[in-house]
């Protein structure tokens, strides 16, 4: 599979993964017989088929005659597997997440390493698509394109519809070459020519103190879990060092297209964030099922930094997925969250772990997460307190933007700015699609012996 096609599957199944690492050593160890590198196609079926039995949340409605050999590969029996996957309070099966993929495909997807054109697109209007998102070190980066662009063309085709998505996924996501043409904010039009390549995505966009009416605000904007962890921790001490120091008010923590990542960075975020009065206190338990409880874990607050804040917004949407959703919750039963933008969150309060089985590894969905109040069943996403259009025609920290000027409003005034979400449902149907190829997931790579 090429990597953005991995990306694609991965972006509709990744939920919360791996919130134990010990999950991986100790599970993994307890099942019989254990896994193998070296198994044939038939036993790598009934092997994938045996550890979901065993595994799966909710093992006990996979029915008997269940028959793994029908199916083509792993990832499609994992796929069949989702419908077993009634909860309460749901009128359809909750799993939308377990697969399965070559060990040596998940090693590459997990590393934070991409390889494409570093640039993702939405529609803000039908024929109006925009530059939502660019990884600075990207081949979109380095040519100087920044989010709120409008593109005109694509590779000399100016049909920029929602009716012709799919050539444009394809031709953003999953080409080697492309050429573009620019409409600026000033008015001006550029084409770039675009040749896809390996880099380093540096998650942290970008960082700013505002005063307004006597008000310092900080602005967060915070694109992945992922990456190199040492940079996301050295910059998380730059920025809430400084925040500190500068003797903020309120802080505005952007994850609007914020898919998950490590659930280690969303701890180590979540210290940062956090008043002093969590500090020692319960952060998160994960649960398994009714044959592994002894894996069940909690995880508490160990405080960082002098930044101590009563409130905090988020700007979020349908992209806002597993450890950004992980963070939200974990932060409620200590502080005012507030969330604001287009629509709810993805909605993905359970996780997984790798089985390796063959050279393959499986991801049933294995246990579900709550905060210190017991809270976590939000399958069906988080609600907002402040319902906006995304403000794609302006770049981050744009005081303009319609998302982070309300959330600016709300902390200066006490009233949210408010502003229709422009979407329509063939837009954000067609937004979904652009969107399908980014991560979403959380996963952490602890060892606990």
């Given at each position: 599979?090429?990597?953005?096609?991995?990306?694609?599957?991965?972006?509709?199944?990744?939920?919360?993964?791996?919130?134990?690492?010990?999950?991986?050593?100790?599970?993994?160890?307890?099942?019989?017989?254990?896994?193998?590198?070296?198994?044939?196609?038939?036993?790598?079926?009934?092997?994938?088929?045996?550890?979901?039995?065993?595994?799966?949340?909710?093992?006990n409605?996979i029915?008997?005659?269940?028959?793994?050999?029908?199916?083509?590969?792993?990832?499609?029996?994992?796929?069949?597997l989702?419908?077993?996957?009634?909860?309460?309070?749901?009128?359809?099966?909750?799993?939308?997440?377990?697969?399965?993929?070559?060990?040596?495909?998940?090693?590459?997807?997990?590393?934070?390493?991409?390889?494409?054109?570093?640039?993702?697109?939405?529609?803000?209007?039908?024929?109006?698509?925009?530059?939502?998102?660019?990884?600075r070190?990207?081949?979109?980066?380095?040519?100087?394109?920044r989010?709120?662009?409008?593109?005109?063309?694509?590779?000399?085709?100016?049909?920029?519809?929602?009716?012709?998505a799919?050539?444009?996924?394809?031709?953003?996501?999953?080409?080697?070459?492309?050429?573009?043409?620019?409409?600026?904010?000033?008015?001006?039009?550029?084409?770039?020519?675009?040749?896809?390549?390996?880099?380093?995505?540096?998650?942290?966009?970008?960082?700013?103190?505002?005063?307004?009416?006597?008000?310092?605000?900080?602005?967060?904007?915070?694109?992945?879990?992922?990456?190199?962890?040492?940079?996301?921790?050295?910059?998380?001490?730059?920025?809430?060092?400084?925040?500190?120091?500068?003797?903020?008010?309120?802080?505005?923590?952007?994850?609007?297209?914020n898919?998950?990542?490590y659930?280690?960075?969303?701890?180590k975020?979540?210290?940062?964030?956090?008043?002093?009065?969590?500090d020692?206190?319960?952060?998160?338990?994960?649960?398994?099922?009714?044959k592994?409880?002894?894996?069940?874990?909690?995880?508490?607050?160990?405080?960082?930094?002098s930044?101590?804040?009563?409130?905090?917004?988020?700007?979020?949407?349908?992209?806002?997925?597993?450890?950004?959703?992980?963070?939200?919750?974990?932060?409620?039963?200590?502080?005012?969250?507030?969330?604001?933008?287009?629509?709810?969150?993805?909605?993905?309060?359970?996780?997984?772990?790798?089985?390796?089985?063959?050279?393959?590894?499986?991801?049933?969905?294995?246990?579900?997460?709550?905060?210190?109040?017991?809270?976590?069943?939000?399958?069906?996403?988080?609600?907002?307190?402040?319902?906006?259009?995304?403000?794609?025609d302006?770049?981050?920290?744009?005081?303009?933007?319609?998302?982070?000027?309300?959330?600016?409003?709300?902390?200066?005034?006490?009233?949210y700015?408010?502003?229709?979400?422009?979407?329509?449902?063939?837009?954000?149907s067609?937004?979904?699609?652009?969107?399908?190829?980014?991560?979403?997931?959380?996963?952490?790579?602890?060892?606990?012996?």
């Amino acid at each position: 599979m090429q990597f953005k096609t991995l990306r694609l599957l991965l972006a509709s199944l990744v939920g919360l993964f791996l919130l134990q690492a010990c999950k991986k050593n100790d599970v993994t160890s307890t099942l019989n017989p254990s896994p193998s590198p070296g198994i044939g196609t038939s036993v790598l079926k009934d092997t994938t088929l045996l550890y979901s039995k065993d595994l799966y949340l909710w093992y006990n409605q996979i029915p008997s005659t269940f028959n793994a050999q029908t199916y083509a590969d792993p990832n499609a029996i994992m796929e069949a597997l989702r419908q077993y996957s009634n909860e309460p309070g749901f009128s359809t099966p909750v799993d939308k997440w377990s697969f399965a993929m070559k060990q040596t495909d998940w090693d590459n997807l997990s590393s934070g390493i991409s390889g494409d054109f570093g640039m993702s697109v939405f529609f803000f209007k039908e024929g109006d698509l925009r530059v939502k998102s660019v990884e600075r070190s990207s081949p979109a980066g380095i040519a100087g394109i920044r989010r709120g662009w409008r593109i005109t063309k694509i590779n000399d085709n100016t049909n920029i519809s929602t009716a012709n998505a799919d050539f444009i996924s394809n031709a953003v996501w999953n080409s080697a070459n492309g050429s573009f043409g620019f409409q600026k904010p000033d008015g001006s039009i550029v084409d770039l020519n675009l040749k896809a390549a390996a880099y380093q995505e540096h998650p942290v966009y970008l960082d700013s103190i505002y005063s307004v009416n006597s008000k310092k605000i900080g602005y967060f904007s915070f694109n992945s879990f992922l990456g190199d962890t040492t940079e996301l921790y050295s910059e998380f001490a730059r920025v809430f060092n400084g925040f500190a120091a500068a003797g903020i008010n309120d802080l505005i923590v952007d994850l609007r297209y914020n898919g998950g990542g490590y659930v280690t960075v969303q701890q180590k975020l979540a210290n940062w964030l956090a008043p002093a009065s969590a500090d020692g206190q319960l952060m998160m338990k994960e649960q398994f099922n009714d044959k592994y409880t002894e894996f069940n874990t909690t995880d508490n607050f160990h405080k960082s930094g002098s930044l101590n804040l009563s409130r905090i917004y988020f700007i979020v949407s349908r992209s806002t997925a597993s450890a950004s959703e992980l963070l939200i919750n974990n932060l409620k039963p200590f502080m005012d969250v507030q969330l604001v933008g287009p629509g709810k969150t993805y909605g993905k309060p359970v996780g997984f772990f790798p089985v390796p089985v063959g050279d393959w590894y499986i991801f049933p969905v294995s246990f579900r997460s709550t905060n210190k109040n017991g809270q976590g069943n939000y399958f069906d996403g988080m609600s907002l307190n402040n319902q906006i259009a995304d403000g794609l025609d302006k770049d981050w920290g744009d005081v303009t933007e319609s998302c982070l000027q309300s959330a600016l409003s709300n902390i200066t005034t006490g009233v949210y700015k408010t502003a229709s979400a422009r979407e329509t449902l063939e837009i954000k149907s067609v937004n979904d699609v652009l969107s399908a190829p980014e991560f979403k997931g959380a996963i952490d790579t602890r060892r606990r012996k």
